[in-house]
């Protein structure tokens, strides 16, 4: 049964099960007690770090182990802000982190400080020199992905890190999707990073922070790990954590070819397998293993159900499958479709053969899902009833708004108007994205009596 | 090889590690998802909680999972004093705590609010009406330990809770140390533990919020573990914890009956076997399987290198232990002896024998580490060549003050007075507590020129 969804978590590497395994009788004591099953567990400790270290590229004594990723975003982002608090209380993310770098960045806004967004591109890139520009004199930290968890774009870390350094404010790199596949680029002050993304086991995150950096760990004190990440450390997760870290970087080179291969026949494949569907994510700068794309007229919901009775575990960013019914914030600050998304990120090993699979199964799925919810057979029907249309589609989840205002466009002339009021927040993002694929026009939106009224002109 | 420090960490228990390996495979998804995997993993979670809150006491909805105990203690404790900020930002807590609840208070008060430490009995037990007494209008929480684990001793927290709840303020109980021999007394508000207590793996920490309960989570926001834990669960880790919960809680009543008799035999053989040590606690309201004694005359440090060297694992609250050079809190709350302590915690499953070669070695190694310190051999020599003496301890660490001091008490004559003048915090713990064993008068300190005079009349 092919798993495609590794950016999620990846399935446990055979070397992080091994090691969890053998470090589970060395490795349950106390690394700080002075007896035998103490010094054991700290033996194992300095070698974890070691071998972890090595890998992201720094000192030992600059890396700690946290309970997870976002621990070490959220205890990373507190404390390099608080270690510059007399610089100012400014924050400078991309509009496309991982929510727990925006969740501080809320949290930090709701305490008094401020941050601001740098927008990405189409391709969900940041600009360069975008962070430059964003960068003020009370910046006290910057954060940047290494590489998109969403949509797969890989960011330009070592420029903006260049334009950090140039102002003198630390860049924080969220390293979690990337890891597995080499070091970051240099220039980073912080790096945090997710051990079960990479196939080592839940319960580990890193959490460096370079020498010199000035860093303040908040919350109540405690002496773990260098003061940084408070609590008992999970020692056999840890070893695992770093044995599995150095095995996928041995097999990175090899194994990013082969996934990205299989990732270009899939760009490739489902545009021309799949009508109306957009393919999202910079198409050179990015990741290996990971696509997204989205299909017009279709629920994220019904079309992960349907994937998932046909065998492929995928995710989506589709409004219908979060519980905020909001679409996902990347594909919101990219611009692009969100309805009927689909992420497919391929853990290490997959089979050529459940790729195919794959591209053999979803058009029939997703024709199957369009029919169900009445979606118009392309080209919609051409006829014209009046010069102007207004489609109430107040009530209607996405995709339904888009599936009338398709079914109607037809009902107008070219250079008739048709506006669609809709409630649902997808609308802003999948209305003109419609736009767009079908040479529509999308005149822009105003507030309407209720919900939004968004208003579209005929072109063809 | 005996190991005796279970209190800090337990060897994983024969069921957690099963579980454990159980788990691997199918619990690494993301219990988020809607495919298969995740959808398994939803099951493994669900079922962990509500096995783990059955062990409790609580409703599954009442508990979340934390990455260890402390940070349940830290998470708790901050989240429930936000919960009742508008009551105030006073907190009251026991002195003998574990560090993580003192550090919160610390936190909290470097922050603004304030704290109120309950004393403690020489025993290490908080008097009924203590918490009552400490408790004022602006009081947002009150905290308090089901049992201590430097000592032992079993605290009244149900008579705590009456009191609390009289003045309706929640008391969250810290059962990190108790949760393996049964439910917490009712009338607590929040409860917190730590799998790795129990036999569980390192890396979950429990954290009950009782339903009406004011509780507000600080930090960034985060869907997992109903927004009270923030970070991707160790699903694995999670369901070991549960399991071997289960598990010890069926052997408690006969495990605890069969460690209490050899925790009693330590008790009362110790001081036969080996001069002048105080063993502390309170004597029948403690937990089964704990016992703490301090040697006079004994270096923590060199005792603890010693019994390793003879085999033994135990853990110990003196000053030359640590990396702050002061006594453990809890001796100091207490008020005895912190000189050569000792605290042996037995594990599930000891074996009598080996508590009986405990017995055996200890007095030959309590013996040599005097010997090799210069301890005075009792009684000290009677001659008197002053009416009055002063003894310069600066610079010297725990034992060597009290050693110093017992070698020239013979130097005055009774009703002399002997002055120690000592930079060595432990000092001010052990020289009254040696005054008490040696039955001579500790008549008081005061500030020196570098240091603190501690002075004592001669009595006998």
Same mark, same amino acid.
């Given at each position: 049964?092919?798993?495609?969804?590794?950016?999620?978590?990846?399935?446990?590497?055979?070397?992080?099960?091994?090691?969890?395994?053998?470090?589970?009788?060395?490795?349950?004591?106390?690394?700080?007690?002075?007896?035998?099953?103490?010094?054991?567990?700290?033996?194992?400790?300095?070698?974890?770090?070691?071998?972890?270290?090595?890998?992201?590229?720094?000192?030992?004594?600059?890396?700690?182990?946290?309970?997870?990723?976002?621990?070490?975003?959220?205890?990373?982002?507190?404390?390099?802000?608080?270690?510059?608090?007399?610089?100012?209380?400014?924050?400078?993310?991309?509009?496309?982190?991982?929510?727990?770098?925006?969740?501080?960045?809320?949290?930090?806004?709701?305490?008094?400080?401020?941050?601001?967004?740098?927008?990405?591109?189409?391709?969900?890139?940041?600009?360069?020199?975008?962070?430059?520009?964003?960068?003020?004199?009370?910046?006290?930290?910057?954060?940047?992905?290494?590489?998109?968890? *969403?949509? !797969?774009?890989?960011?330009?870390? %070592?420029? #903006?890190?260049?334009?950090?350094?140039? &102002? =003198? /404010?630390? @860049? $924080?790199?969220?390293?979690?999707?990337?890891?597995?596949?080499?070091?970051? *680029?240099? !220039?980073?002050?912080?790096?945090? %990073?997710? #051990?079960?993304?990479?196939?080592?086991? &839940? =319960? /580990?995150? @890193? $959490?460096?922070?370079?020498?010199?950096?000035?860093?303040?760990?908040?919350?109540?004190?405690?002496?773990?790990?260098?003061?940084?990440?408070?609590?008992?450390?999970?020692?056999? &997760?840890? /070893?695992?954590?770093?044995?599995?870290?150095?095995?996928?970087?041995?097999?990175?080179?090899?194994?990013?070819?082969?996934?990205?291969?299989?990732?270009?026949?899939?760009?490739?494949?489902?545009? &021309?397998? /799949?009508?109306?569907?957009?393919?999202?994510?910079?198409?050179?700068?990015?990741?290996?293993?990971?696509?997204?794309?989205?299909?017009?007229?279709?629920?994220?919901?019904?079309?992960?159900?349907?994937?998932?009775?046909?065998?492929?575990?995928?995710?989506?960013?589709?409004?219908?499958?979060?519980?905020?019914?909001?679409?996902?914030?990347?594909?919101?600050?990219?611009?692009?479709?969100?309805?009927?998304?689909?992420?497919?990120?391929?853990?290490?090993?997959?089979?050529?053969?459940?790729?195919?699979?794959?591209?053999?199964?979803?058009?029939?799925?997703?024709?199957?899902?369009?029919?169900?919810?009445?979606?118009?057979?392309?080209?919609?029907?051409?006829?014209?009833?009046?010069?102007?249309?207004?489609?109430?589609?107040?009530?209607?989840?996405?995709?339904?708004?888009?599936?009338?205002?398709?079914?109607?466009?037809?009902?107008?002339?070219?250079?008739?108007?048709?506006?669609?009021?809709?409630?649902?927040?997808?609308?802003?993002?999948?209305?003109?994205?419609?736009?767009?694929?079908?040479?529509?026009?999308?005149?822009?939106?105003?507030?309407?009596?209720?919900?939004?009224?968004?208003?579209?002109?005929?072109?063809?």
């Amino acid at each position: 049964m092919p798993y495609f969804d590794a950016a999620s978590a990846a399935p446990l590497h055979p070397v992080a099960r091994q090691a969890l395994l053998a470090s589970l009788d060395e490795g349950w004591a106390d690394p700080a007690r002075l007896y035998r099953e103490g010094r054991r567990a700290r033996l194992l400790l300095d070698a974890a770090r070691e071998a972890a270290a090595e890998a992201v590229g720094c000192r030992p004594d600059e890396l700690v182990f946290t309970p997870s990723g976002t621990r070490a975003l959220h205890d990373g982002i507190a404390g390099a802000l608080a270690g510059r608090r007399r610089t100012g209380r400014h924050l400078v993310v991309s509009a496309v982190e991982h929510s727990a770098v925006l969740h501080s960045a809320a949290a930090l806004e709701a305490a008094g400080g401020s941050f601001t967004e740098v927008a990405v591109d189409r391709g969900g890139r940041v600009a360069p020199g975008a962070y430059a520009a964003a960068l003020r004199p009370d910046t006290a930290l910057a954060a940047l992905q290494s590489a998109n968890h *969403e949509v !797969g774009t890989v960011q330009p870390v %070592a420029e #903006a890190a260049e334009e950090c350094r140039a &102002a =003198g /404010v630390p @860049l $924080l790199v969220d390293a979690a999707q990337s890891l597995a596949w080499g070091p970051v *680029e240099a !220039g980073w002050s912080l790096l945090t %990073a997710s #051990a079960h993304k990479w196939g080592g086991p &839940a =319960g /580990v995150g @890193l $959490l460096a922070v370079r020498k010199g950096v000035r860093f303040a760990p908040q919350g109540p004190a405690d002496e773990r790990e260098s003061g940084r990440s408070p609590g008992f450390p999970d020692l056999p &997760a840890i /070893v695992a954590a770093a044995a599995s870290l150095r095995a996928v970087r041995q097999e990175a080179a090899t194994e990013g070819a082969r996934l990205r291969a299989l990732v270009a026949r899939i760009r490739e494949r489902v545009p &021309a397998l /799949v009508p109306d569907v957009e393919v999202v994510g910079d198409p050179a700068r990015r990741l290996p293993h990971l696509v997204t794309f989205s299909c017009l007229y279709v629920d994220g919901e019904t079309l992960l159900h349907a994937l998932d009775r046909a065998g492929f575990s995928v995710s989506s960013g589709s409004s219908c499958t979060s519980s905020t019914l909001a679409p996902s914030h990347v594909l919101q600050a990219m611009g692009v479709l969100s309805e009927g998304n689909v992420r497919v990120s391929l853990p290490a090993g997959t089979a050529e053969e459940d790729v195919e699979r794959f591209l053999d199964v979803l058009p029939g799925v997703v024709a199957s899902v369009r029919r169900q919810l009445g979606a118009p057979a392309a080209p919609e029907p051409v006829s014209r009833t009046a010069s102007e249309l207004v489609i109430d589609s107040l009530g209607k989840r996405c995709p339904i708004p888009v599936i009338e205002l398709a079914k109607s466009i037809g009902d107008v002339p070219v250079g008739g108007l048709v506006t669609v009021l809709s409630d649902d927040e997808a609308a802003r993002l999948d209305i003109p994205a419609w736009c767009g694929m079908r040479e529509q026009e999308y005149v822009g939106e105003r507030p309407a009596e209720r919900g939004t009224a968004y208003v579209v002109r005929r072109r063809t």
